[in-house]
């Protein structure tokens, strides 16, 4: 997501700095093509004008700052503006001052609600007793599903007693004595879907609203709607009171405009993400980290908190040392090449990496099938080996070929994979300069 227009950011900021001294009519261009490359996100015209009108005046207002260039200065102005779109601050959550809290999911077919209402139980099961009900009852395969997911969650499940029967309502009350009895805090309501809003499930989600008073209705849309998305969610927002919003599908090939656009077209903040189809792929919303993700300064925050879950934590410490004094070994390659199976697929850790789209690319090129010869070969060095690898020279490299079953000409491709890794982050990895707060990777200007 966002691929096409981090790409445009990130040529339209390397032409600026290619400029010492930035004159209005730079400015102008740059703007001009920012408004340009969000229209083609999807972003709603309106929407890309007002926020391009106020990064302008803001950047022709201010002082020039002697400390670092204009062209950072505009950059870090429009970070901050995209995240002042996107809400600036995290919303949470809301609980019930007294249990039990009740989640109303609600949404267009297909969006991802029944999905998400498993996810989202999955997520709060650490410090909640969870139970996700089906009242999608047009669709029998809706109910089915939600039970399948929530099985495999390992998460209490409550429905019409045969699928494809029984009465919203009805469900609902049940739900809630059975929740009661079973002292179940929070219930996530899986509501029915339709492909377009109509009168009857505007009825159907107002009886449902009344009977519960949710303390949160989370509307789920698929990011990948675009525009189309903020206009069902100010539609639900007129006609079902949602308080927070649910975008799905954020690891998709989505342009971005709803997730850039849905906050300042309806007030609603931006809640959660999906980012994945596995039950644990739903994340807080943080428009800092979106906005330093789609301005390529990657989600280091997201990525260090993904690799403190997956254990280890010190080897990762020592490794980000290294990286940072500008010492990576083939043991700091190791560790990395173990934490990225552990870490899940290789794009979703690289889009959080702070590094140039073409580089990301280069760095996906490599074979990550073959990550285990290539772990092979590096346990097959000495250690002495591994923290100077140019000392291999041929008749070590056969050595190593046949202690880890692989060949020279594999282990000629890790240490060449090494050494551009070594040299990425040599050039992106290294430190962070400060503005103002912002963390602005060095070697971007
Ligand atoms: N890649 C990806 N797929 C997702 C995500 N969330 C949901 N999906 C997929 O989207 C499809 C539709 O999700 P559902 O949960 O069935 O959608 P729904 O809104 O409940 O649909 P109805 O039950 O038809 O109303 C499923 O194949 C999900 O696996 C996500 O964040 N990323």
Redesign the pocket.
């Known amino acids: 997501m966002f691929d096409s227009l981090k790409e445009r950011l990130e040529g339209i900021f390397s032409k600026l700095r290619g400029k010492g001294r930035l004159t209005e009519e730079d400015i102008n261009d740059a703007l001009r093509e920012v408004r340009r490359a969000l229209l083609e996100a999807d972003v709603n015209y309106k929407i890309a004008k007002d926020l391009v009108e106020r990064i302008k005046e803001r950047c022709l207002g201010q002082e020039v700052l002697s400390s670092i260039t204009p062209a950072q200065q505009v950059y870090a102005v429009v970070y901050e503006e995209l995240c002042n779109l996107m809400g600036g601050k995290k919303e949470r959550l809301n609980f019930a001052a007294k249990p039990p809290s009740v989640f109303m999911l609600v ?11 498993v ?1 989202l139980a999955l997520k709060i099961s650490d410090s909640h007793k969870p139970m996700v009900v089906a009242c ?1 009852l047009r ?1 029998p ?2 109910v089915k ?2 039970k399948v ?1 929530a099985e495999k969650a390992r998460i209490l499940f409550f429905g019409p007693e045969e699928a494809g029967s029984g009465n919203v309502m009805d469900v609902t009350r049940k739900a809630l004595s059975y929740a009661d009895a079973h002292l179940i805090d929070v219930i996530i309501f ?1 509501t ?3 492909l377009h809003i109509d009168d009857d499930l505007m009825t159907e989600l107002e009886q449902m609203h009344k009977l519960l008073d949710p303390s949160e209705v989370l509307l ?1 849309i ?1 990011s990948m709607t675009g525009q189309e998305g903020v206009n069902v969610a100010e539609a639900f927002k007129e006609k079902a009171g949602i308080t927070g919003v649910v975008l ?5 090939d989505a342009r971005g405009g709803a997730a850039l656009a849905v906050k300042a077209a309806t007030g609603v903040p931006i809640k959660l ?5 596995h039950l644990e ?2 994340e807080e919303f943080d428009a800092t980290r979106m906005a330093q993700r789609i301005l390529g300064m990657g989600d280091m925050e997201g990525l260090l908190e993904k690799i403190q879950k997956s254990g280890d934590t010190k080897e990762i410490e020592r490794v980000q040392k290294n990286l940072q004094d500008n010492k990576f070994t083939l043991d700091d390659l190791l560790v990395q090449l173990r934490q990225v199976q552990k870490l899940g697929p290789l794009d979703k850790v690289m889009d959080m990496l702070p590094l140039p789209g073409k580089v990301k690319s280069q760095v996906s090129d490599i074979d990550f099938r073959r990550i285990k010869h290539v772990e092979a070969v590096i346990l097959s060095m000495t250690p002495e080996e591994r923290k100077k690898p140019e000392i291999i020279k041929g008749s070590r490299k056969r050595r190593i070929a046949s202690g880890s079953g692989t060949s020279v000409q594999m282990v000629n491709q890790v240490l060449k994979q090494y050494e551009q890794m070594k040299e990425i982050f040599k050039r992106f990895g290294k430190g962070k300069g400060k503005f103002k707060g912002l963390k602005l990777p060095k070697g971007l200007f």
Not at 107 to 117: D, E, I, N, R, V
Not at 248 to 252: C, I, N, S
Request: proline share 0%; no cysteine; net charge negative.
């Open positions: 949404g267009l077919q297909g969006s991802g609600k029944t999905t998400t209402a996810k999608d669709r395969a809706a599903q939600l997911l899986d029915a879907g339709r789920v698929d799905t599908k954020l690891d998709g993400v999906g980012v994945g189809e792929d739903l």
